[in-house]
Structures are given as structure tokens and as C-alpha cells.
T-cell receptor
Framework: NAGVTQTPKFRVLKTGQSMTLLCAQD?????MYWYRQDPGMGLRLIHY???????AKGEVPDGYNVSRLKKQNFLLGLESAAPSQTSVYFC?????????????FGQGTRLTVV | DAKTTQPNSMESNEEEPVHLPCNHS???????IHWYRQLPSQGPEYVIH???SNVNNRMASLAIAEDRKSSTLILHRATLRDAAVYYC???????????FGQGTRLTINP
């Protein structure tokens, strides 16, 4: 049982380049989330999805786009990377927000934009 | 979203109990109190959650104040592996977002 898998684990981009981070979960979860975590800081919610075909903005959505074409996958895109987007990105999923279910997190993607 | 307040950092010794406080004075009646922790260089992991009654599991205990305006995560016998950032989060029924605060950085001394 893989849980939540993030691809890639590390990436270095040049300013202006684009890339897509993939998050895959095998638990049939409805809800998926993308976060960024800057050094010494807490997690900030970028975008989230409450089901296949849906997406919504979180706390820091600017500069990112997301898609949820399949229930098990949640993609995070950077169209034109900037050094300010250097961070560790975490994906999470949960079954439903009844308050009683836990969220599961991936191991993170460390992105450096030079 | 109801906010939580935690101390920025705490320190304890190995094999001693640790009590991590969390204030949530604006909690609503349907909000569950969740705790997650993040070990160094890892993604957060679920620890425990509760609504009104105290809860125990293999990792920790959760003590919830009678008025629910505060809670305490209890690690009964801390080990070096418990050094992490601990996050207290409120999750209400139907709440779509899962928002983290700054958490408490717990240091365990050998």
C-alpha cells in the first residue's frame, strides 16, 4: 500500500521554466491538498480539491495551477518558475472532511529555482 | 476557520512526559481537535484527534478541557524520535480546507 506518492522528489529549475509536480494516492480519497513549506516555517495551503474535476484556491495560490482529472491524481503546475517558489512541496489526501478522518501526506518534493 | 495558538518551542528530557498545549478559544461545537507532527525532513503524520472526551492511542493521549477552549497533547515517555514540530488543528464537519499554524517545535534532550 503506497499511500501518497509525490514525483519527483528533487528538482532544480531555472527562472522562467515550467514544471508539473505529480501527487498520486491509492486510498480512494476524495480530498487532496498541495502545500508549500519554506525553511523554518509551517505548511501553507496552495490549492486543494474536494473531488475529481474540482479545484479551489488555498492561502497562497498565485503562480500555481492545479488539475484533478483523475480521482487518484492531483497535479501542481508552475508555468513560469520564480526564485520565490523555492520550497518543499507536500501533497496530502483525506477521505472526507467529517472531522474524524485523518490526512495522509507524501514525503515532499524539494524544488530549487535558480 | 477557527484558529489555534501554540507555543513556538518546548524542550524536554528523554523518558519524561511531555505536555504540549493548544488554545482554541473560538472552537465551534462540531470542530474536532486534531494533532499532527512533522519529523525532520518528512511530511506531517497524524497523531490523534478528539471531540470532547480524552483520547488515548499508541502514540499519545489527548486531554480536552471541559469548555473545549484548550487541549493538551501528552507524550507519556518521550524518546529522541519524538523530536518534531507538533501541529494542533481544528477540523469541522464539512470543512474543506486543512490549514496548519506554526506549530510547536519539540526538542528532546538525551
Amino acid at each position: 500500500n503506497a499511500g501518497v506518492t509525490q514525483t519527483p522528489k528533487f528538482r532544480v529549475l531555472k527562472t522562467g521554466q515550467s514544471m508539473t509536480l505529480l501527487c498520486a494516492q491509492d486510498m480512494n480519497h476524495e480530498y487532496m491538498y498541495w502545500y508549500r513549506q519554506d525553511p523554518g516555517m509551517g505548511l501553507r495551503l496552495i490549492h486543494y480539491s474536494v473531488g475529481e474535476g474540482t479545484t479551489a484556491k488555498g492561502e497562497v495560490p498565485d503562480g500555481y495551477n492545479v488539475s484533478r482529472l483523475k480521482k487518484q491524481n492531483f497535479l501542481l503546475g508552475l508555468e513560469s518558475a520564480a526564485p520565490s517558489q523555492t520550497s518543499v512541496y507536500f501533497c496530502a489526501s483525506s477521505y472526507e472532511p467529517t472531522g474524524t478522518t485523518e490526512a495522509f501526506f507524501g514525503q515532499g518534493t524539494r524544488l530549487t529555482v535558480v | 476557520d477557527a484558529k489555534t495558538t501554540q507555543p513556538n518551542s518546548m524542550e524536554s528530557n528523554e523518558e519524561e512526559p511531555v505536555h504540549l498545549p493548544c488554545n482554541h478559544s473560538t472552537i465551534s461545537g462540531t470542530d474536532y481537535i486534531h494533532w499532527y507532527r512533522q519529523l525532520p525532513s518528512q511530511g506531517p503524520e497524524y497523531v490523534i484527534h478528539g471531540l470532547t472526551s480524552n483520547v488515548n492511542n499508541r502514540m499519545a493521549s489527548l486531554a480536552i478541557a471541559e469548555d473545549r477552549k484548550s487541549s493538551t497533547l501528552i507524550l507519556h515517555r518521550a524518546t529522541l524520535r519524538d523530536a518534531a514540530v507538533y501541529y494542533c488543528i481544528l477540523r469541522g464537519k464539512g470543512a474543506q480546507k486543512l490549514v496548519f499554524g506554526q506549530g510547536t517545535r519539540l526538542t528532546i534532550n538525551p
